[in-house]
């Protein structure tokens, strides 16, 4: 079976305009592999990312890491953070490993692999280059007002009507 197809285009421009804002990372350079430490087989550890002048009125943060090039319709979740509080401006490498690693009362929602934490990059073998977005979306509430039973996909809906910016970073993987 072949896996070739198209490259899916980036996401973020199809949603609705958004504030932009910088985010930074240790771990990531934007556009470039990433690090083993970012690899599902190497470490899944997930990434240090620092980000500042949210826009006026930002109340949270939610944080993801989506590969749009994953050969299926729905791409697929790495990691989804909700309600990190408004003045978080850093995450460690390493925050993605439980809800005990996040602030206040942040907390994981299930990634595509089945856990509720960082699940690092795991492309097919022999498959095109990937892309991981890691996005901070400043949100306009408190509270995204999901919780942890909900899938990514409930997560963005409600992003949808939320968000007031989003600073995004990305990096790639292939085996």
Known sequence: MSLERPVTPDPYPLLPAAAVFDVRS?????????????VNAAGDTSPHLAWGD?????KS?????????APIVSGFWHWVVVDLPADTR???AGAGASDDSLPGAAFHVRNDGGGLNFM?????????????YFVVHAVG???????ASVSPAV???NLAFKTLGRAILHGTYQH
Do not use: M, N
């Not at 350079?29 to 690090?35: A, E, N, R, V």
């Not at 949210?54 to 930002?58: A, D, F, L």
């Not at 690092?120 to 991981?132: F, L, T």
């Open 26 to 38: 240790d771990d990531i350079s934007d556009g470039l592999p990433l690090k083993d430490d970012q």
């Open 54 to 58: 949210p826009p006026e009125g930002t």
């Open 61 to 69: 943060f939610v944080v993801t890491c989506f590969d749009p090039d």
């Open 90 to 92: 850093e995450l460690p």
């Open 120 to 132: 690092g990059a795991a492309p097919p073998k022999g498959d095109q280059v990937h892309r991981y």
């Open 141 to 147: 509430e408190e509270s995204l007002g999901v919780d």
């Open 155 to 157: 997560v963005g809906f």
